[in-house]
């Protein structure tokens, strides 16, 4: 089972907004919603985002939002600010047990 | 505080035997699994597989099944990973997590646990 696809890179200004992809297949993303983001900084663990497609973790800014269509999962960032520098992972229920988890190749997240 | 912590790095050569840990606070530790994630330098996450400590329940991804073992002791609140024979590629970083369901979402992470294999 190949790993969900993202784009290895994504930038925006203080302020903008970005929204990161994650692409699976009809057999994933397409029909769970087992869809998590985790924002993991140089040198640090990975941390939760949202879990079950769009909801926030307690604590994590509203700036912070997910949403899917199809087989594609989004995870957006509004008004940028320069602490959101990191490497962004989805992650996905792979649709049969056998499988387990999926995780995205990554994306790092540029504020410029 | 819901919290994992993991035991610290460990360097150790081809062929030997490494078994690793993360320990639970805060939390029914027999109620939630526990997952394990590798991290090789520059790369992405992986996922391993995932235990549940109430009844020893364990799944492993396709790519790992075979090649490392995962195991908890509910009376310390501990899982652990382990390899009988590591190789140069088993070096990386593995992280333990709280999973809220077998293939569901990672909270809280632990701080991690560098192994470096070389001769």
């Known amino acids: 089972q190949s790993a969900l696809t993202q784009p290895p890179s994504a930038s925006g200004s203080p302020g903008q907004s970005v929204t990161i992809s994650c692409t699976g297949t009809n057999s994933d993303i397409g029909t769970f919603t087992h869809v998590s983001w985790y924002q993991q900084r140089p040198g640090k663990a990975p941390r939760l985002l949202i879990y079950?497609?769009?909801k926030r973790l307690s604590g994590v800014p509203d700036r912070f939002s997910g949403s899917k269509s199809g087989n594609t999962a989004s995870l957006t960032v509004s008004g940028l600010q320069f602490e959101d520098e990191a490497d962004y992972y989805c992650a996905s229920y792979a649709g049969r047990n056998e499988l387990g988890l999926l995780f995205g190749g990554g994306t790092t997240l540029t504020v410029l | 505080e819901v919290q994992v912590v993991q035991s610290g790095p460990e360097v150790k050569k081809p062929g030997e035997s490494l078994k690793i840990s993360c320990r639970g606070s805060?939390?029914?530790?027999?109620?939630?699994?526990i997952g394990w994630v590798r991290q090789k330098p520059g790369k992405g996450l992986e996922w391993m597989g995932v235990i549940y400590p109430g009844d020893s329940d364990t799944r492993y991804s396709p790519s790992f099944q075979g090649q490392v073992t995962i195991s908890a002791d509910k009376s310390i609140n501990t899982a652990y990973l382990q390899w009988s024979s590591l190789k140069a590629s088993d070096s990386a970083m593995y992280y333990c997590?709280?999973?809220?369901?077998?293939?569901?979402?990672?909270?809280?992470w632990g701080q991690g646990c560098l192994v470096t294999v070389s001769a």
């Open positions: 997590a709280r999973h809220g369901g077998p293939y569901k979402w990672f909270d809280p």
């Open positions: 805060g939390y029914n530790f027999t109620n939630y699994w």
């Open positions: 079950e497609v769009n």
